[in-house]
């Protein structure tokens, strides 16, 4: 548990230092959104109809840019093969990866939904079911998005390649999660999308560490 | 037959991408014994310590480490097994001493013993450098440093001398017979001539 | 069971199989595709709704039915080579995935130009459709995956890693229009109660979805077959420049 809270401390502290993109991936995530009203026009209602979706879009690329270097740094240096000879199983590695991507990732993804809310013109009654659907929703894309970027390691370069594997998983989440903020507009009752939220993260944490290692290992073949 | 070793291997043979790199393999390790591995380049050996140490698995053989087939230092609490490879796991943007700490502190090393080989590697001096600002030979040395700190009963080192001028080279030698003394086992893979004490040489 | 899997499990074994058995699957799938075309285009009676525009269905529902099955088979073939570290599963999964993923192309345009006389449109978003089109997406992630790496061995091997993860949306397409209220019809062939559908319109179906059935054991044992001689070309060649050298 330590030896967890320890690798989580290292890589915080390489993200402050400046040797990660993490700031990088939380501006894309501004500017993402404000390319909607950008091309979409000025209309406020058709803004407010497409609201729920755009963040969740725009939340969904951020995480999409920074995934890719989950693994790699620690990976090309050799940084991956001290930590598994120190005695952490690789499953215990992907885990702390996700969760410290997460802490600089998704968990300002979700504190800052609420000023992205108000530049495209979400009610404030629908910020409550954005901020529960972004905070189920972003730790399953962090881990959905963990394996794709082991195997992108494996493969040796990343890019586009990863991009386009990793999309098609995320979408259920992005689905689910914008789903449940244009039924609650519609009147229709969010709780069903976010139920099926939350039943995803669950197995996520599951079945990813295991696939993400082999694939890690995968790399090392 | 004294059950002492520390690696058994037995009849290893690895394929990559359906070439055969080597076959047919055995290799025992004891406490205090050093197995050199020579070969020309090409001939595997960076593949066999990587089998070794765990990283790869073999396409056929047995191995066992400590009398166990799953490599131990997978599952438990300190280092069994110290790699030293290509690539110097140094993260440029973190201290020198942050990056060491790390590992120290991961590996519960006691900062007596983390002192003294600071001092032994002369590196005082560049303890609060960004770790990118070291050169190659300066790095390798960090490394070795590492290693030499690390409670580790076996040492697998993949070209160790390189970047070393000779004053370090006698260093590395000196930390090595160190290590052996103190029981520890090393497997070896160099062009170079290292004169280690109860060398056995293994030719790929 | 596991004296078939370790006599398959030897890639030259598995090369003679598939060469003396690739001809036979071929014949039937030829002979069930034709019986099941000529009943379902002659034999089967108009839909008292639709029309003659029904008979899109008996290319539509096996094409969909095996864009699922090819799948789930690479699923497990995947949780062979994974789990069980299984030599030749590996490359069976990589060689499913183009099969899968044409015949998911199939059913999402035989789909949508039933749609239109039908619904009135070409495509809708609703949940059958939408996972559907997920699972095309995936199929062409899988084969871009395999096919980037340099080393094939590692290729398939992180084909069946990516298949594992896809998995998930298999249960979403069979239970999506249970779960939703779609646009698309529910189940009625296969349920819980059993088919709902009449046996005139059952047996071209089942005669399709058994050709198309075979369609996939034919190309899957080519594929297979090309991949094995790749492989063993590539080692030839590498064995021969060494020795020249």
Not at chain 2, 2 to 11: E, H, S
Not at chain 3, 144 to 166: H, M, N, P, Q, W
Request: with cysteine; glycine share 6%.
């Amino acid at each position: 548990m330590k030896k967890f809270y320890r690798l989580i401390l290292r890589d915080m502290h390489l993200v402050i230092k400046g040797s990660s993109d993490a700031g990088a991936a939380l501006l894309f995530y501004l500017l993402a959104i404000i390319m909607f009203p950008l091309s979409s026009g000025t209309d406020t209602n058709l803004l407010t109809s497409i609201a729920g979706g755009a963040i969740w879009v725009a939340a969904l690329f951020s995480s999409l840019l920074s995934l890719d270097r989950l693994f790699r740094s620690d990976f090309e240096d050799g940084s991956l093969e001290q930590l598994v000879l120190s005695g952490i199983s690789l499953e215990t590695i992907v885990l702390s990866k996700c969760f410290a991507h997460w802490l600089t990732n998704g968990l300002p993804i979700v504190i800052l939904s609420p000023i992205l809310a108000m530049i495209i013109g979400l009610d404030i009654s629908y910020w409550w079911v954005l901020c529960s659907t972004l905070l189920l929703g972003t730790p399953s894309l962090t881990l959905i998005g963990a394996t794709p970027a082991a195997l992108s390691c494996a493969i040796g370069k990343g890019g586009v390649l990863t991009a386009l594997i990793i999309l098609p998983l995320m979408l259920p989440v992005l689905i689910l999660g914008s789903g449940a903020i244009t039924a609650e507009i519609l009147g229709l009752g969010g709780s069903g999308h976010i139920y099926a939220l939350a039943a995803i993260l669950p197995l996520s944490l599951f079945v990813v560490p295991f696939l993400a290692s082999k694939a890690l290992r995968l790399g090392w073949e | 037959m004294n059950k002492d070793f520390l690696i058994k291997a037995q009849n290893l043979s690895f394929e990559r991408s359906g070439r055969i790199i080597f076959s047919s393999l055995s290799l025992n390790l004891e406490e205090g014994q050093i197995i050199i591995i020579k070969g020309k380049n090409g001939s595997g050996k960076t593949s066999l310590l990587r089998c070794l140490a765990g990283f790869t698995p073999i396409t056929s053989g047995k191995i066992l480490w400590f009398d166990n087939e799953i490599l131990p230092a997978f599952y438990s609490d300190k280092p069994l097994i110290a790699w030293l490879g290509h690539l110097d796991a140094i993260k440029g943007s973190l201290t020198v001493k942050d990056n060491l700490l790390f590992f120290a502190k991961m590996w519960s090393v006691e900062p007596s013993i983390f002192n003294e080989c600071i001092k032994k590697l002369s590196f005082e001096k560049f303890m609060n450098f960004p770790a990118s600002w070291l050169s190659a030979g300066e790095k390798r040395r960090l490394s070795l440093l590492r290693i030499s700190f690390c409670p580790a009963k076996v040492w697998i080192l993949d070209e160790p001398s390189t970047f070393l001028d000779n004053d370090n080279r006698e260093i590395l030698i000196d930390i090595m017979n160190i290590h052996l003394k103190n029981k520890g086992a090393i497997l070896c893979a160099t062009h170079d001539n290292l004169k280690v004490l109860n060398a056995l040489e293994i030719t790929l | 069971m596991q004296n078939i899997f370790n006599f398959l499990a030897n890639p030259s074994r598995f090369r003679v199989f598939s060469e003396k058995s690739y001809p036979y699957a071929l014949f039937m799938m030829i002979i069930l595709i034709s019986v099941g075309l000529w009943y379902s285009l002659f034999n089967s009676p108009p839909d008292y709704q639709q029309g003659e525009t029904v008979r899109i269905m008996y290319v539509h529902v096996p094409a969909a039915w095996m864009a699922m099955m090819v799948y789930l088979s690479m699923t497990i073939m995947s949780l062979f080579a994974l789990v069980w570290r299984h030599p030749l599963a590996d490359i069976l999964s990589k060689c499913s995935a183009p099969i899968g993923a044409s015949f998911t192309l199939i059913a999402l345009v035989t789909g949508s130009i039933w749609g239109k006389p039908t619904w009135g449109t070409w495509w809708v978003w609703d949940a059958r459709l939408t996972s559907v089109f997920i699972l095309f997406l995936i199929y062409m992630g899988h084969i871009t995956l395999v096919r980037s790496f340099e080393d094939e061995y590692k290729g398939a091997r992180a084909g069946a890693i990516l298949t594992l993860i896809g998995a998930f949306n298999l249960p979403i397409i069979k239970f999506s229009v249970d779960w939703w209220n779609t646009l698309h019809q529910p189940a009625s062939v296969i349920k819980l109660d059993g088919p709902t559908i009449h046996i005139d319109m059952m047996i071209p179906l089942i005669l399709m979805a058994l050709g198309f059935l075979f369609f996939y054991f034919s190309f899957l044992l080519i594929n297979v077959q090309t991949e094995l001689n790749n492989r063993k070309l590539k080692k030839l060649f590498i064995q021969n420049f060494s020795k020249n050298n």
